[in-house]
């Protein structure tokens, strides 16, 4: 508002009904759009608007098949494909989507015991074991208008749904959470890999704004500017791993199509 006052004081030469009917619509732009766009829409800022070229409608979809974007899969459970709070997601590829790169933080360890002769200097190290730990993806959200909010509260929302077991009166009930697909940077990195959620965090600042989303008959409020980690590990069955050929993970023959998903 203390923005709006100070383009009042500029322009209130041209009459006070004007000035009331440019804020009115503005506010309105703005809740709608975003500040910026509403800007534009409005001309209150001369040169603003570009005389060459078109602006294209993004989207969180993608149909192609080199959408690389971090993202995780809804589960095929009917529950999860059908929920209405979950919509925004299914229309996105029935994916959690990271709008912007995340941070991703991943470890590989091999285990070795070390066994230490007496009266020897150097131990002998007897391989145990080797995993891929733990690991995180950290992304950043942002909200300009209802419709990204409603995204936003669907990511939320599905991550609270896949952290919890089928239980009491679920459809399935006694089933674990379920395992969902990491995609991400093309073949050679994130490819359908077969992970759980162990635990996730959102923050929710008090220093932005919060934006407005009907969410059923409900109203619900996203974050201007929020942040999402989530702590992953890959989930293989053990069918799976009794199957694995180092001869074929070296060679790249996993990444082809569907495949394993072996990090």
């Known amino acids: 508002m203390a923005i709006l006052d100070s383009l009042s004081k500029k322009i209130g030469s041209v009459g006070d009904k004007f000035v009331e009917r440019t804020k009115d619509r503005l506010i309105e732009e703005v809740s709608d759009t975003g500040f910026g766009r509403a800007l534009r829409t409005l001309n209150l800022l001369p040169g603003a608007n570009p005389t060459k070229g078109t602006f294209q409608q993004g989207t969180w979809g993608s149909s192609t098949s080199s959408d690389w974007r971090v993202r ?22 029935n994916a959690m989507v990271f709008p912007y790169t995340p ?11 070390a066994l230490q002769p007496t009266h020897s200097n150097y ?21 300009e208008n209802s419709r990204e909010a409603e995204y936003w509260i669907a990511a939320v929302h599905y991550l609270k749904s896949i952290t919890k077991m089928a239980y009491g009166e679920s459809s399935n009930a006694g089933s674990p959470p379920p395992i969902v697909k990491l995609n ?11 992970v ?7 923050t929710l600042p008090n220093d932005v704004d919060y934006i ?23 989930q293989y069955s053990r069918d799976k791993v009794n199957n694995f050929s180092l001869d074929a993970f070296v060679s790249g023959e996993y990444v082809m199509g569907s495949g394993p998903g072996y990090l």
């Open 72 to 93: 995780l899969s809804l589960p095929p459970m009917s529950y999860f494909q059908n929920s209405a709070l979950l919509k925004p997601l299914t229309e996105s590829g």
């Open 103 to 113: 941070n991703v933080f991943i470890t590989h360890s091999a285990r070795y015991n």
């Open 123 to 143: 131990p002998f190290h007897i391989y145990e074991g080797s995993s891929v730990d733990q690991f995180t993806v950290t992304g950043e959200f942002t909200v």
């Open 184 to 194: 991400g940077y093309g073949d050679y990195v994130f490819n359908n890999v077969p």
């Open 196 to 202: 759980v959620v162990q635990s996730f965090n959102v």
């Open 212 to 234: 407005p989303a009907q969410v059923g008959f409900n109203n619900s409020f996203a974050p201007a500017r929020s942040e999402i980690s989530i702590a992953l590990v890959p």
